[in-house]
C-alpha cells in the first residue's frame, strides 16, 4: 500500500500532466482573445484601466497576466500556462484544506483527485482567465478559515484575511464563500481578532467598489440573466460532478457517460457520510457544508431578487467547499472499500470527460485560430465578416485585423466566417458583383465562404454587418487589414 505522500505525488503530476499537455491544443476563445486583444495594453495603468470598461470581474488577474505576458508574450502555451499552474497548485491546496477541516486523510486525498481530473477545472485551468486563479485562492482562503476555526491565531487569521481579499479581487463571487466564511467565523465560540480581520476584508474590498460600478454601466455579464436558470444550474451542477466543460451558451453538451450515473455517485457520497460518518467526521463535514451552502444560496436568492450572474463558471469559488464535502463523504474511515471504490468511479467518469474534450470538437473551443489561417493574410481590399458574440476578437487576434469603423474602402474579397446555412444565402444580399468561389468548414460550427469581384467594389459598411450573413445574432463584426501601428498582432 503506497504511503499518503506517494499518492499525493501521482495525484499532482496527474493533475499538472491532463493541464500542461494540450495547453495549446485549442485556440482562444472569445473571453480569452478579449484578454489578449483588449485588456492586456503595452502599459500596466492602461491594463488596469481597461478592465473597468472591457470585463466583468475585478482586475487582480490581469494584472499577474499582463506581468507574466512581459518575458512569455500572449500565444496560447505561454499565457495560459499561468492558469495551468494556479490549477495545478489548487490540488495540493485542497487536499490540506480539507486536512484543516478536520477530515481523514484518504478523504483530502479523494478532494484532491477530484480536483485534478475534473474536466472543468482543467478546461479553465488551459484559459486565459480568472477562473483557476480564483479557484486557488479561495481554496487558500478555506485553508486558513478551516485553520483559523480550530485554533483562533494571529497568524491564521492573517492569512485567511490576506487570501480571501485576494479572492475577492480577482472574481466577485469569491465574496460569497468569504461571506459564509466570516459567518462561522463570528458565530464560533472563539471571536477573538476575527472582527478585525473581516473588517479587513471588507476594507479591501471597498477598494473594488469603483472598478465594480464602472463595469456595471457596461453590463457585459447582462447575457447570462436572459439564459433559463434551470438550464445554467443543470450546467453548474454536471461542471461540479466532472460531466461539463467550460462552455455556458446553450444546452449542455452531453459526455461518454450519462451524467444519471456521477449524479448518482455524489448521492452515493453523501449517503456514506450520514451513514458511515463518525462524530469529528461529521461535525467537520456540517462545517463545510455550512459554507458551500452559504455560498451558493446568496447568488442564488440574488438571482431570485432581479440580480442574476448566477453560471457555472461564477460558481467555481463555491466548488471549493462543495469539492471537499464530496471527498468526506467517500472518504469517511468506515466507508471502507466501497467509499474508495466509489471515489474511483467518480474520478474515471470524470477523467473519460477530460480525455473526451481531447478528442472531439464539438466539446472544444471552436477552432478560430484554424479558420484565421485559412482565410489568410488579409490584403487591403479584403473584408472579413463573422459572428460578433462568438468570433470576432478570436479571428481579430488571430488575424492581426481591426474592426471596420465608417467607411469600408472598395472590395474584392469578402470572407465570410459564420454558418453555412446563412452564406448559401448571402448571395442574393451582397452586391451582384460578388460570386461566391468557395465555401469549406473550418471549426464545429463555422464555415469560411469567400465571394470575390473581377474589380473593386464599394460597399457600405451597414451592408455588411447585417447579422444574416453569418448567422450570428443582428449584428456581424466588419474586419479589416490593420494598419501597422495595430498591436493585436499574436505573440506581441
Known amino acids: 500500500m503506497p504511503s499518503p505522500l506517494v499518492v499525493l505525488i501521482g495525484i499532482v503530476a496527474l493533475g499538472a500532466i491532463l493541464r500542461f ?66 490549477g495545478t497548485a489548487s490540488i495540493l491546496v485542497v487536499y490540506l484544506a480539507a486536512l484543516a477541516v478536520p477530515l481523514p486523510r484518504r478523504a483530502g486525498l479523494i478532494s484532491a483527485a477530484l480536483v485534478a481530473v475534473s474536466p472543468v477545472l482543467i478546461w479553465f485551468s488551459q484559459d486565459a482567465r480568472a477562473y483557476a486563479l480564483v479557484f486557488l485562492l479561495t481554496a487558500l482562503s478555506f485553508l486558513f478559515f478551516a485553520r483559523a476555526r ?65 463595469q456595471a454601466e457596461h453590463n457585459h455579464a447582462g447575457w447570462i440573466g436572459r439564459q433559463p436558470l434551470p438550464q445554467r444550474l443543470e450546467r453548474a451542477g454536471a461542471k461540479l460532478l466532472g460531466a461539463d466543460n467550460g462552455n455556458e451558451h446553450g444546452a449542455r453538451q452531453p459526455g461518454p457517460i450519462p451524467i444519471e450515473i456521477p449524479a448518482g455517485l455524489a448521492l452515493a457520497a453523501l449517503a456514506l457520510l450520514l451513514w458511515r460518518g463518525g462524530e469529528e467526521e461529521l461535525r467537520g463535514a456540517g462545517v463545510v457544508a455550512i459554507v458551500g451552502a452559504g455560498a451558493v444560496g446568496v447568488p442564488l436568492l440574488l438571482a431570485a431578487l432581479g440580480t442574476d450572474y448566477l453560471d457555472g463558471r461564477n460558481l467555481l469559488p463555491e466548488f471549493v467547499p462543495l469539492t471537499i464535502l464530496l471527498g468526506a463523504g467517500f472518504g469517511v474511515r468506515r466507508a471502507g472499500r466501497l467509499g474508495l471504490a466509489a471515489a474511483a468511479a467518480l474520478c474515471l467518469c470524470s477523467l473519460a470527460f477530460t480525455l473526451e474534450i481531447d478528442r472531439l470538437p464539438r466539446l472544444q473551443r471552436e477552432d478560430l485560430r484554424n479558420a484565421a489561417a485559412q482565410v489568410g493574410t488579409l490584403g487591403p481590399r479584403t473584408a472579413v465578416v463573422t ?90 463584426s466588419v474586419l479589416l487589414a490593420s494598419s501597422p501601428s495595430d498591436e493585436l498582432a499574436p505573440g506581441r
Open 387 to 476: 459572428s460578433r458574440y462568438s468570433a470576432s476578437q478570436p479571428l481579430r487576434y488571430y488575424l492581426g485585423a481591426r474592426v471596420a469603423e465608417g467607411a469600408v474602402p472598395p472590395l474584392r474579397e469578402i470572407d465570410l466566417v459564420g454558418s453555412a446555412s446563412a452564406a448559401r444565402k448571402a448571395g442574393g444580399v451582397l452586391p451582384a458583383a460578388f460570386q461566391r468561389v468557395e465555401s469549406r468548414p473550418v471549426s464545429y460550427n463555422f464555415t469560411l465562404t469567400r465571394f470575390r469581384a473581377p474589380r473593386p467594389v464599394p460597399v457600405a459598411l451597414r451592408e455588411l454587418e447585417r447579422g444574416g450573413l453569418v448567422g450570428g445574432g443582428q449584428t456581424a
Open 21 to 86: 499537455a494540450t495547453l495549446d491544443l485549442q485556440s482562444y476563445r472569445y473571453d480569452e482573445a478579449v484578454t489578449v486583444g483588449r485588456v492586456i495594453h503595452p502599459s500596466l495603468f492602461q491594463t488596469y484601466s481597461a478592465v473597468s470598461h472591457s470585463e466583468s470581474t475585478p482586475p487582480l488577474y490581469y494584472l499577474l497576466a499582463w506581468a507574466w505576458s512581459r518575458p512569455f508574450g500572449t500565444g496560447e502555451l505561454w499565457l495560459r500556462s499561468l492558469s495551468a499552474l494556479a
Open 150 to 214: 480550530r485554533r483562533i491565531g494571529r497568524r491564521d487569521l492573517l492569512w485567511w484575511a490576506v487570501f480571501s481579499a485576494l479572492a475577492i479581487a480577482t472574481h466577485y463571487f469569491a465574496g460569497f464563500v468569504v461571506l459564509a466564511e466570516a459567518t462561522v467565523l463570528l458565530l464560533g465560540q472563539r471571536r477573538r481578532g476575527v472582527g478585525f480581520a473581516v473588517l479587513a476584508i471588507g476594507a479591501a474590498g471597498a477598494l473594488l467598489i469603483p472598478t465594480a460600478l464602472r
